[in-house]
């Protein structure tokens, strides 16, 4: 069986990255996957039901914004994706399963105890990392949403924290939120508070 892993979020300017782990039955309806950043989001949340509805096993995890100024966005998107390999064992436990092997979207891959692979270009190419790519998706847009009803002035709930025109004159507006990656700097608006 395959692990397929993805994560979401290295390129914003805020918030956390997001990863997801998934394994597949091999009747799944593949049909409905794709590269979650070219699905609409309706079908991205189609597919995410179905997904959560079908997967043999999966699991999400996370690294925060202050991990990310930490230790750099790589090693927090494998951070990430250790924490969802982990997340998905506890909730589905293999028996001392060695045929699960893990395919990770990327040239890196996270420190887990099973063969993992890198694949360039995987989140096009296997079912397993589309649906991972969508999962991690979907909930990272779903934390962006909730940072928004926290941080209303941002606009989180539209761009995600990505440095979209609107970020960035936020950003320039009211300087760095609570969720601002501080080592992600734009050359224009350097990311301190007004005034200081």
């Not at 991690?136 to 709930?157: I, L, Q, S």
């Not at 995600?160 to 939120?177: D, Q, V």
């Amino acid at each position: 069986m395959i692990c397929g892993f993805d994560e979401a979020g290295r390129g914003p300017l805020a918030g956390p990255v997001c990863a997801a782990a998934v394994v597949l039955p091999q009747d799944f309806p593949l049909d409905c996957l794709g590269d979650s950043k070219k699905l609409t989001p309706l079908k991205r949340e189609k597919a995410k039901s179905l997904i959560f509805k079908q997967a043999v096993a999966l699991g999400i995890g996370w690294a925060s914004a202050a991990e990310i100024d930490e230790i750099n966005i790589l090693q927090a998107s494998l951070l990430a994706m250790k924490r969802a390999f982990f997340v998905m064992l506890r909730v589905h436990p293999f028996e001392e399963d060695k045929s699960l092997t893990a395919i990770v979207d990327g040239l890196y891959v996270p420190d887990i105890p099973i063969p993992c692979r890198a694949l360039v270009k995987a989140d096009s190419l296997i079912p397993e990392v589309m649906a991972a790519s969508i999962l991690a998706k979907t909930a990272r847009d779903r934390m962006m949403e909730h940072y928004a009803r926290h941080y209303p002035e941002y606009g989180y709930e539209r761009h995600k924290g990505y440095p979209t025109r609107e970020h960035l004159e936020k950003l320039a507006c009211y300087g760095p939120s609570p969720i601002q990656r501080k080592t992600f700097t734009v050359k224009s608006l350097p990311l301190k508070s007004p005034g200081l």
